[in-house]
Every structure is written in structure tokens, then in C-alpha cells.
């Protein structure tokens, strides 16, 4: 039986990670915080099938414990502060986490002398003030943001560690992946969110940044297909994992207006407050070599994707 350690289980990724490697036969280890009060709301239905550990990304002894217990076949490294407004307001521990945090892990691996393979969650926000369009495997690094900026460097130690070390690690640049587990603090669950509470009487207005921002949408429960099958390859390498297609946050805010028969102008407001100091205008993603290499392609549609949303929080919020 193969056995997985994940970092950030609880979350959107690390819950459909770990639904997927449990229906693979996986035994499944995740990491949690000592300190944390936990949020089990994702992995509820599966809790009782995972074995969770302390740990905290910031801490190198408390990780080389974990892996020490989990002793794993593969590891996930999917925790990070991943909200990025607020990598702004605690740039400091956004990059100890989302950035040094990689190094410790990948530390924790190499001195446990397991033959463990490594994935490394990295992101389209490294792109950031892109260079060209669409994003590959060898666009250059123009973060926005305290978070792009840790990214870049977690996805850069994890290259050096493949290289250095020889260990099998790989990262995947993930362009933004949605699902009905995402925090409702990313801007595409407030929508879908805000949009059910409408429709049942329950909010009268939904205040949003730029609505004129592009980024590259696809559904997590696919994405979290493509970490496995890069751990899965002969030789370590990193992908994009992305939809190939962008649209923008009006055309995300339509969609799920539309699913609910509702006019979105009517509810919505632009709002200074949700502007980030530094806009990413446009993010798309070329995913041929994950095609190729991985045979990997994403199932959900953009539509497909908001209405699934829009039901779930429509299912939530009616039970209020």
C-alpha cells in the first residue's frame, strides 16, 4: 500500500487530493497545526480514513517527526498562506510559510533518507505582471504580490533541491482552480456565495474589486489529477496545469447571476476597498506539456463550474 503525506489536507486541494489517493487504495497522512482550532468542513466525510499529524511548516523538527511517522511514498506540499490580499497585511509570515516553509519540508525529506517524491504547490501568481501570453513552463517570474514573490521562491528551492539533491520533486504551476470547498474569502466563492443569498432574500448587494481582471478558471477536483500523475512519471519535471482559456471576474459575476435568473447589474458594486495595491491583469495558461506528458485534461467547464458552485452555496444557505 502506498502511503501520501499531505500538507494543507483540510483545504480546498488537500480535500480532493486525499479523496482521490483514498479511492487509489493510498494510506493517507495529513498535517495539521498544534496550535491551530481546525476546520474539518472539507474532509468530513473522510475523516476517520486519515491519519493526522502535527506539524507546522515553520517548524523543520515537527515536520521531520511527521515524515518520520508517515514514513511516505509521496508528499503534497499544498499548505501555504494562500489568500492573496492578505499576503499583504503579513508579507512577513506569508513568505516564512508559502516560502521558507518549502525549504523545510523538502529539508525534512532529504534528511529522513526515504526515497520520497515531492510535490510542490506553485502558482500562476507567480507570473504576475506577465511577459507574454499565454504562461508556459518557461515564462519568466514577474510576481505581484508578497505571496507571488514566496511562491517563486518555494518553486525555485524545489527546482534547486531536484538538482542539488537529486530528489524526485516536481512542481506544478496551478492557475486558479474553484470549487464548493473553496474559502469563501476568494473573490469566486463570495460571488457564488452572495449570489445564493440574493436569491433567497438573505443579502441585498455583493461589493467587488476589479471586474476587469482576467485569470484562467478550472475546477480543483481535476487539478489535484495532475499532482498525482506527476508524481507517477519516470523523471521529475514541472507543469502548468491550467484551462487554456480566460475570462474575466464580470464574466464569472454574470454567469452566476444568470444561473439564478437574476440581473447582476442590479446587485453589484465596484468597491475601492477590494482593489490590491498591485493588479494581475491577465493570467492564461498553455497546458500542452501537462497534455502530452501527463495526458491530463481538465473535465469542468467555466459554466459548468460556477453553476456547481452556485447550487452547493444555494443547498448551504437555505438550511440557515
Known amino acids: 500500500m502506498k502511503k501520501a503525506l499531505i500538507t494543507g489536507i483540510t483545504g480546498q486541494d488537500g480535500s480532493y487530493l486525499a479523496d482521490l489517493l483514498l479511492s487509489k487504495g493510498y494510506k493517507v497522512y495529513g498535517l495539521k497545526r498544534r496550535t491551530a482550532t481546525e476546520n474539518y468542513e472539507n474532509v468530513k466525510h473522510i475523516k476517520d480514513e486519515i491519519d493526522f499529524l502535527s506539524g507546522d511548516l515553520r517548524d523543520l523538527t515537527s515536520l521531520t517527526e511527521a515524515v518520520k511517522i508517515a514514513k511516505p511514498d509521496e508528499v503534497y506540499n499544498l499548505a501555504a498562506q494562500s489568500y492573496v490580499g492578505d499576503s499583504w497585511k503579513q508579507p512577513i509570515y506569508t513568505g516564512e510559510v508559502t516560502g521558507l516553509g518549502v525549504t523545510n ?15 510542490q504547490a506553485s502558482s500562476s501568481e507567480m507570473f504576475g505582471k506577465v511577459v507574454e501570453t499565454p504562461q508556459t513552463e518557461k515564462t519568466p517570474f514577474y510576481p505581484r504580490s508578497p505571496y507571488g514573490v514566496a511562491k517563486v521562491y518555494g518553486h525555485w528551492i524545489t527546482v534547486n533541491y531536484r538538482e542539488s539533491f537529486n530528489l524526485f520533486a516536481c512542481s506544478g504551476i496551478l492557475f486558479n482552480h474553484e470549487s464548493p ?7 469566486t466563492r463570495k460571488v457564488t456565495d452572495a449570489v445564493a443569498k440574493i436569491k ?11 471586474l476587469d481582471a482576467k485569470r484562467d478558471w478550472g475546477f480543483a477536483g481535476d487539478y489535484v489529477e495532475a499532482m498525482w500523475k506527476m508524481l507517477q512519471q519516470d523523471d521529475p519535471d514541472d507543469y502548468v496545469i491550467a484551462t487554456g482559456e480566460t475570462h474575466t471576474v464580470k464574466e464569472w459575476v454574470q454567469t452566476a447571476f444568470n444561473y439564478v435568473g437574476l440581473k447582476w447589474e442590479n446587485y453589484v458594486i465596484a468597491d475601492p476597498k477590494f482593489f490590491r495595491p498591485a493588479e494581475v491583469d491577465l493570467l492564461i495558461g498553455n497546458p ?17 463550474l460556477i453553476e456547481m458552485m452556485v447550487e452547493e452555496d444555494l443547498k448551504r444557505n437555505s438550511k440557515k
Open 105 to 119: 519540508m523538502l529539508e525534512a525529506i532529504r534528511l529522513s533518507n526515504l526515497n520520497a517524491r515531492f510535490y
Open 181 to 187: 470547498r473553496r474559502g469563501i474569502e476568494f473573490v
Open 200 to 210: 433567497l432574500g438573505i443579502q441585498n448587494e455583493l461589493r467587488l474589486g476589479n
Open 288 to 304: 500542452q506539456k501537462a497534455k502530452g506528458q501527463l495526458d491530463w485534461e481538465p473535465k469542468v467547464s467555466f459554466k459548468n
